[in-house]
T-cell receptor, first 114, second 110 residues
Framework: DVKVTQSSRYLVKRTGEKVFLECVQD?????MFWYRQDPGLGLRLIYF???????EKGDIPEGYSVSREKKERFSLILESASTNQTSMYLC?????????????FGPGTRLTVL | RKEVEQDPGPFNVPEGATVAFNCTYSNSASQSFFWYRQDCRKEPKLLMSVYSSGNEDGRFTAQLNRASQYISLLIRDSKLSDSATYLCVVNPPGSYQLTFGKGTKLSVIP
C-alpha cells in the first residue's frame, strides 16, 4: 500500500513564526503536492513538484515556499505565519503523468495560527 | 464557469435508498475523471475512476457524458458507512495536477 505521512496531525503556532510541514511518501512517486482545505473552498493547490529540486506554483502560492531535496520528501514552509493560514494542509503524491494518475493523500496537518 | 462544479448538498437519505450526484467540468479537453471520498476529518481517498464507457463497482456506478461535460455517481442500497463527502475530480489535459470540486456531503440515516 502507498503510504504518505505528514510530520504532525495538529500544530499550533504564533503569528510571525516560521513553520515547516513535512511530507514523506514511500512509493517512489515522482509527483508530490501540497494543498490546503478550508470549509466552503474545497481543496486548493499551493505548490507541486514533479522531480527533485523542481517546483511549480499552484493556485495559491503566496505566503508559502517548498523544498524537495529528496524524491520521497516534500516540505511546505510558511516563512511568517499569519492567522489566515490557519487551515488543514494535505500532502499528496502520484506517479508521473499517466492516463489515470491517482493521487494518494497523507492524513493532513491541522494548523492553527494564533 | 467554475472548473469543477458540484451541488454541495447535504443529501440526507435513508438506508437502502439510491442517491445520485452530478458534477460538471469546464475544460472540454479534460482526459481523466475520478470520484474521491472524504470521511469527516480524514484525507480524500480514491473511490473510483470514471471511464468513457461508464463503470460499476459493486453498489457504485460512475458515468461520463463528454458532450454535456458532466460526470455522475450513483450509489444504490445506501449504507450508513457511505456517509461522507464525495469529491468530483478532473485531470486537465497535459497536466500533473488534479482539479477538485468542493464536494457533495452525503448523510445516510438509519
Amino acid at each position: 500500500d502507498v503510504k504518505v505521512t505528514q510530520s504532525s496531525r495538529y500544530l499550533v503556532k504564533r503569528t510571525g513564526e516560521k513553520v515547516f510541514l513535512e511530507c514523506v511518501q514511500d512509493m517512489d512517486h515522482e509527483n508530490m503536492f501540497w494543498y490546503r482545505q478550508d470549509p466552503g473552498l474545497g481543496l486548493r493547490l499551493i505548490y507541486f513538484s514533479y522531480d527533485v529540486k523542481m517546483k511549480e506554483k499552484g493556485d495559491i502560492p503566496e505566503g508559502y515556499s517548498v523544498s524537495r531535496e529528496k524524491k520521497e520528501r516534500f516540505s511546505l514552509i510558511l516563512e511568517s505565519a499569519s492567522t489566515n493560514q490557519t487551515s488543514m494542509y494535505l500532502c499528496a503524491s502520484s506517479r508521473l503523468q499517466s492516463s489515470y494518475n491517482e493521487q494518494f493523500f497523507g492524513p493532513g496537518t491541522r494548523l492553527t495560527v494564533l | 464557469r467554475k472548473e469543477v462544479e458540484q451541488d454541495p448538498g447535504p443529501f440526507n437519505v435513508p438506508e437502502g435508498a439510491t442517491v445520485a450526484f452530478n458534477c460538471t467540468y469546464s475544460n472540454s479537453a479534460s482526459q481523466s475523471f475520478f470520484w474521491y471520498r472524504q470521511d469527516c476529518r480524514k484525507e480524500p481517498k480514491l473511490l473510483m475512476s470514471v471511464y468513457s464507457s461508464g463503470n460499476e463497482d459493486g453498489r457504485f456506478t460512475a458515468q461520463l457524458n463528454r458532450a454535456s461535460q458532466y460526470i455522475s455517481l450513483l450509489i444504490r442500497d445506501s449504507k450508513l458507512s457511505d456517509s461522507a463527502t464525495y469529491l468530483c475530480v478532473v485531470n486537465p489535459p497535459g497536466s500533473y495536477q488534479l482539479t477538485f470540486g468542493k464536494g457533495t456531503k452525503l448523510s445516510v440515516i438509519p
